[in-house]
């Protein structure tokens, strides 16, 4: 049983476990194993996972959350305010980092203000809020920080890359959430959360130094070196809480990819297909193996970051395994409401693909 729900919670590490040990009967391990890993992108990775654990740890994000959900009286902005919190989060703290964070005060705001009924829609706004906020940020996205390493995007190319379908969905969610709940009242009652003023601040300081690192300020190993001598004197628990599924994901999708690349006849079927449309075929790749390991895979086989890029990250949205951060939303909103799986898949399909079918419309008409 220990082992079953093992392998449920951390499914996409278990397959990209598997997938890399199926390639090494292909290619037999060697020296050349070692260029297969981007050790930039994991230790910026972790760096941004310990501290945001550090935050989360003395309800940082919590409190912040629910100051700003007070501001609003009445249930539609208290769901807009949700959903613009996951959105602005995704940029700050990952994708998945903010729905593990706000999830659990959506379904507290609306469970305890009986509004239950706008509690699917919530979640799914919430989820592809997180997996699009996060597009304009080299960090928002694991993938956005695998790709701004490997191809050593300026960051404001990157910016500039990510706006138009950034701006796009900001439009497409305030539009939903305006549309689809109604303006009643709405009451969060109050809880006292006291924060320590020396904690947050060091972790603070702990949080913009690991964007340094991401932007290039402070070269990676130094910046780990601190973090963690840091972390372990001041939140021990902090270090234990870091997704390392979520680490070794990447690990085994280097493996898998680097692999997949020194076999000749796939490199020239994903070269020929990516020749055609690197933006629809990453965007099509996601829905069947999501983005993190698209973004890798297929960036051994092009030099077209722009389209990767875009691809993997308006591909986030469409199927429930596009990306990671929609199976924490499923299983989070599934754990509240187990008898309503049909109901949710049902309104998540129908958002996700109206989303993805406008966006990818919109990017091929600009490129």
């Known amino acids: 049983m220990a082992i079953k729900n093992f392998i449920k919670k951390n499914t996409v590490m278990v397959i990209a476990l598997l997938a890399a040990i199926v390639t090494c009967f292909f290619v037999p391990v060697d020296k050349d194993y070692l260029g297969y890993f981007d050790f930039k992108t994991l230790t910026c990775l972790f760096c941004v996972l310990a501290v945001v654990c550090a935050l989360k740890n ?13 501001l609003f009286k009445t249930a539609r902005m208290s769901v807009l305010a949700l959903v613009y919190i996951t959105f602005i989060g995704s940029m700050l703290i990952a994708n998945d980092m903010a729905l593990l964070t706000f999830l659990p005060l959506g379904y507290l705001v609306l469970s ?17 809020a997180a997996n699009l906020g996060g597009m304009l940020t080299p960090f928002g996205n694991p993938q956005n920080l695998y790709l701004y390493s490997v191809f050593h995007i300026p960051t404001l190319e990157f910016i500039k890359i990510m706006a138009p379908p950034f701006i796009l969905s900001v439009v497409l969610i305030t539009v939903c ?15 006292q959360i006291t924060l320590s003023p020396g904690r947050t601040l060091l972790y603070l300081l702990l949080f913009a130094l690991s964007i340094a690192i991401v932007f ?3 070269p990676y190993g130094i910046g780990l070196v601190i973090i963690l001598a840091v972390l372990f004197f001041a939140d021990r628990k902090a270090l234990k809480k870091v997704d390392y599924p979520l680490l070794f994901t990447f690990v ?8 997949m690349a020194r076999i000749e006849l ?18 099509l790749s996601c829905q069947c193996i999501s983005n993190v390991p698209t973004a890798i895979l297929l960036s051994q086989f092009t030099e077209n970051y722009r389209d990767l890029l875009v691809g993997v990250n308006i591909g986030g949205v469409g199927t429930l395994i596009s990306s990671l951060a929609s199976l924490i939303t499923f299983r989070e909103y599934t754990r509240h409401n187990p008898g309503r799986t049909g109901y949710y898949i049902g309104m998540f399909s129908l958002y996700n693909f109206s989303f993805l079918l406008i966006l990818t419309g919109f990017m091929l008409l600009l490129s």
């Open 177 to 191: 959430c305006l549309l689809f709940v109604k303006s009643e009242p709405l009451e969060l009652d109050d809880v």
């Open 58 to 70: 003395i309800h940082f994000f919590y409190m912040l959350a629910r100051k700003l959900v007070r």
């Open 266 to 283: 796939v490199r020239n079927f994903f070269s020929m297909l990516l020749a055609k449309s690197t933006l629809l075929f990453s965007v």
């Open 216 to 218: 290039r300020g402070i």
């Open 112 to 128: 305890s203000t009986g509004k239950e009924k706008y509690m699917a829609f919530t979640f799914i706004m919430q989820n592809i």
């Open 252 to 259: 085994f999708f280097f493996i898998f990819a680097g692999n």
